[in-house]
């Protein structure tokens, strides 16, 4: 896998500095221009993966800038630096968006480095000082099965949380878990570089197991009496034989938490293509009372005929539709017709990658059950959890959330 590289434009060279060193925090390689010429020069030679970029500059703006970039065709990842309002900024977003170019975040300054970090896509996550950081030799390492079994035995795998929220009242619905691993040498590690590898060496099950029991276990010492529920996502290779039901079984047994709680999210995969099988697994875990959602619905390729046939209780539009909605009239249409679909099968619907207030608003007016992504949080550590739902009620009270009052 390639190193990250972040290349900046900024004609204060001391902001250019501190992005740098922030950037650098957050495991990038980075380099810093004040001169446009240089920067285009470095974009040639460099070839990086991230561009930050300040909107105003005194030789050229960064609306220009942008413009050649798009022009060239720039595949970078590019995050938007500057001192003007928020409106400013906002529209050179939708801009820079229309023209092709892939615009990760905006951020006005002063910005913390938490807000760079997060705009990078390489959050903190809550607390930052009890988690590990992504360092440079994260992305260079590899994940043998000899570091899986290690992680495993020692426990260094733990679990997320990203709340998911009613789209008409703002309350609290319950968390998808996300694993992370602490490796105690290179740092965090992201499950797309080390679930592929847990399957491939068949320890699949015995992960997903300790986020059972680390998840559960969590809802039971804070959250035992609310109606929180906890979704964990399930390998397809876990179903050829899911007796994880029983252990799962048994734990809610062990902890008192109504096994109606949680749900498992299953991603469409030919796994479950053998229709009978997998009909047959479902819905005896389905009687054993857990609930099963089909996730990031409408990217795979058999999807209609598995959500009709399969016992499932909810249905997660992919995020790809849910972040494209706004600026594109087809993905509007397709997340409503799979609304609308769902709930014409008596499914929940839930919406992922739900990145801003406008968002929320249409996923509203289309009817959409609940929403999960960035504008509301991201995935936190445990320990922000507390903390984050008090300031997530204070902020639906005030309306922040819908920018009217929210119980209609
Ligand atoms: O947070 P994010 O980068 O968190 O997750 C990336 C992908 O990894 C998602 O597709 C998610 O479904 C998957 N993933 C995260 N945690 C788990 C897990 O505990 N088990 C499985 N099977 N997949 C997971
Ligand atoms: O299991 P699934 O593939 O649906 O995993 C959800 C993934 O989506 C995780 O990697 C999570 O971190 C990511 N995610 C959640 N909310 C948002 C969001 O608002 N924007 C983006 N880009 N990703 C999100
Ligand atoms: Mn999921």
């Given at each position: 896998m390639p190193n990250e590289r972040i290349l900046i434009l900024d004609d204060d060279p001391l902001v250019g500095q501190t992005i740098a060193l922030i950037a650098e925090g957050a495991g990038l390689e980075a380099r810093s221009t004040s001169d446009p010429e240089a920067f285009f020069r470095e974009l040639e030679e460099w070839n990086p993966t991230h561009i930050a970029l300040d909107?105003?500059?005194?030789?050229?703006d960064g609306v220009e800038v942008m413009q050649r970039l798009a022009e060239r065709g720039c595949q970078a990842n590019i995050v938007i630096t500057s001192g003007v309002g928020s409106r400013v900024l906002d529209a050179a977003r939708r801009s820079a968006t229309e023209h092709g170019l892939n615009v990760l975040g905006v951020v006005s300054k002063p910005f913390s480095p938490a807000t760079l970090r997060e705009a990078l896509g390489h959050p903190s996550e809550g607390s930052s000082s009890s988690l590990p950081r992504k360092s440079p030799e994260s992305n260079l390492f590899e994940v043998t099965e000899s570091e899986i079994r290690k992680a495993l035995d020692q426990k260094n795998f733990y679990a997320v949380y990203q709340p998911k929220v009613n789209c008409d009242t703002g309350s609290m619905s319950g968390f998808e878990v996300l694993a992370r691993w602490a490796h105690p040498e290179v740092g965090l590690i992201m499950p797309d570089r080390f679930i592929p590898v847990l399957e491939s060496c068949g320890l699949i099950d015995e992960f997903t197991e300790q986020m059972f029991q680390q998840s559960l276990h969590w809802l039971a010492e804070n959250y035992l009496t609310s109606d929180y529920c906890l979704a964990v996502n399930i390998s397809a290779q876990s179903l050829v034989d899911f007796h994880l039901g029983d252990s799962v079984s048994h734990l809610c047994q062990q902890l008192m938490i109504d096994p109606g709680r949680l749900i498992l999210e299953l991603t469409e995969t030919r796994a479950m293509e053998d229709a009978a099988k997998s009909l047959y697994l479902l819905t005896r875990l389905r009687m054993r009372g857990f609930q099963l959602a089909i996730d990031d619905f409408g990217t795979g390729y058999s999807s209609m005929l598995q959500l009709v046939r399969l016992p499932f209780s909810e249905i997660k539009v992919d995020k790809s539709f849910v972040m494209a909605a706004l600026g594109s009239e087809e993905s509007r249409t397709v997340v409503k017709s799979i609304i609308d679909l769902g709930h014409s099968l008596g499914l929940r619907t839930v919406a992922e990658g739900v990145e801003d207030q406008k968002t929320l608003h249409f996923l509203r007016s289309v009817g959409c059950d609940l929403a999960q992504g960035y504008y509301i949080?991201?995935?936190?550590?445990c320990d922000s959890v507390r903390g984050w739902i008090s300031e997530w009620q204070a902020r639906t009270k005030v309306s922040e959330f819908t920018e009217r009052p929210l119980l209609h």
């Open positions: 909107l105003v500059m005194p030789e050229l949080s991201r995935p936190m550590n």
